[in-house]
């Protein structure tokens, strides 16, 4: 199989460095993780084998996908740990494999200005999970009961003799859909309000659980992290007990990169 060379992330580095044999599986054992560099701006990398698969189509060979299984993600978290000790680390995706050197040498060149840029606004910050969740056994009910015609509604539609039919339940969720997004788009606005003053950048993700209502990753200045704790507890105070806040970290800046 061809060696080639996996792609942890991007640091600013004035000088090689070498962060010791903690990388994915290399010859049997960890491989070794050091930088490769061009100018002030590195890349952090080990030695990988590149397997190989051949598409069913007769394609020539192209590399297999890295599986996320502990085996591979575990030194993966591993290294980006490690350099956040010493400095900010710009984190590739995970299975980020380059062919040689050359390569990523040449994307450095290439996209110096826009990473250079970037490592900049991201320095001296770490990313932290900020979420905003239902406190409520039935968000559902006390939904309605935040819309008593809604709960009405449900009422004409299940309370027919006839029994609902497709349309109708089918409207009554798409009004209950309409509804909820404009009451999580609202309670967004209002939290992002409220912590725009304690962090750099703010970026909305998805909600993946219904219990979630606002989903948020946070960049925060690194010795800002206790302020920005005791800013969620003072937030906390403000908002409804059928509210939770909850928050995780610290990480690496994951969501305030984009990728070269």
């Known amino acids: 199989m061809p060696n080639g060379l996996y792609f942890y992330g991007l640091m600013r580095a004035n000088q090689d460095l070498d962060f010791g044999p903690i990388g994915l599986e290399h010859d049997g054992k960890p491989g070794r993780v050091y930088t490769l560099r061009v100018d002030s701006i590195a890349a952090v990398v080990s030695d990988f084998e590149i397997e190989l698969e051949v598409p069913a189509s007769g394609e020539p060979p192209r590399p297999a996908e890295i599986q996320p299984i502990r085996k591979n993600m575990k030194p993966y978290n591993d290294v980006i740990c490690e350099v956040m000790k010493t400095t900010t680390i710009a984190p590739m995706r995970f299975g980020h494999v380059a062919e040689s050197a050359e390569d990523i040498k040449k994307l450095l060149v290439a996209g110096r200005a826009n990473i250079e840029a970037q490592l900049g606004r991201i320095e001296g910050h770490v990313e932290m999970d900020l979420q905003l969740k239902w406190a409520v056994d039935n968000f ?99 908002f409804p007990t059928e509210y939770i806040f909850d928050y995780g970290g610290p990480r690496a800046p994951f969501s305030f990169f984009e990728k070269p």
Do not use: N, T, W
Request: charged residues 35%.
């Open 140 to 238: 559902f009910e006390y939904f309605e009961d935040l819309h008593p015609d809604l709960r009405e509604l449900r009422h004409d539609v299940f309370g027919s003799s006839d029994g609902p039919s497709g349309i109708d339940k089918l409207e009554l969720g798409r009004e209950f859909d309409a509804r909820l997004k404009a009451h999580c788009e609202e309670q967004q606005q209002r939290v992002e309000e409220m912590f725009r003053s304690s962090c750099r950048e703010l970026a909305a993700r998805p909600p993946k659980s219904e219990r979630v209502v606002v989903d948020l990753a946070v960049l925060v200045q690194r010795e800002g992290l206790e302020a920005f704790q005791k800013r969620v507890h003072e937030v906390a105070a403000e």
